[in-house]
């Protein structure tokens, strides 16, 4: 069995700097594979911008060429919202060890996550640097330089900061449906 990072989240719109995440996880030594799992609707948000078909559709455009990354759609299919601890028990069936991936403005809502102390017991935490929020000793620090937001991409849309393979798709689906 794998040790996986999964690394999870709304992806409305992906960006280039998920694409740095991804590459920098394949690089960890005890890591055998990536886990991209974009949500049906993000557990703290009332909606989603771009359907969920459609954020998942982009995902697997953008990492197909990627080896030992894979897009699991199990979020998706629930049709609902889906807590990160429900995603790893349901991984966890399949693989040895997770790395939870999460980006560092997550960390101080992170006692807000459902049934948090028992996820911590499940998974090693991976933080992605984002506005210089510091990464505690005691969680993996993912050190790139990534400091692009979805929200304020949809609000300001930069081809630049969007994956190459889908750029004029993403950027045309946003401007078309005024996706702030």
């Not at 990536?34 to 609707?41: A, D, E, H, K, Q």
């Amino acid at each position: 069995m794998e040790n996986i990072a999964l690394f999870g989240g709304s992806f409305d719109p992906p960006h280039v700097g998920h694409e740095t995440i991804v590459k920098a996880l394949l690089n960890f030594k005890d890591i055998d594979k990536v886990v991209i799992m974009p949500t049906f609707l993000n557990p703290f948000k009332s909606k989603s911008h771009a359907p969920s078909s459609l954020r998942l559709e982009w995902l697997r455009e953008i990492f197909d060429a990627f080896q030992n990354v894979l897009i699991d759609d199990f979020e998706v299919k629930q049709k609902r919202k889906v807590t990160s601890i429900q995603s790893v028990k349901y991984l966890l069936k399949k693989y040895k060890k997770i790395y939870l991936v999460i980006g560092a403005d997550n960390l101080s809502s992170l006692h807000k996550w459902d049934k948090y102390d028992e996820l911590k017991s499940m998974v090693t935490f991976v933080v992605a640097h984002r506005d210089k929020i510091e990464i505690p000793k005691d969680f993996i620090d993912l050190n790139v330089n990534v400091d692009i937001s979805s929200t304020q991409l949809r609000e300001h849309l930069e081809l630049s900061k969007l994956p190459q393979k889908c750029a004029k798709q993403i950027a045309k689906y946003y401007k078309e449906n005024n996706a702030n």
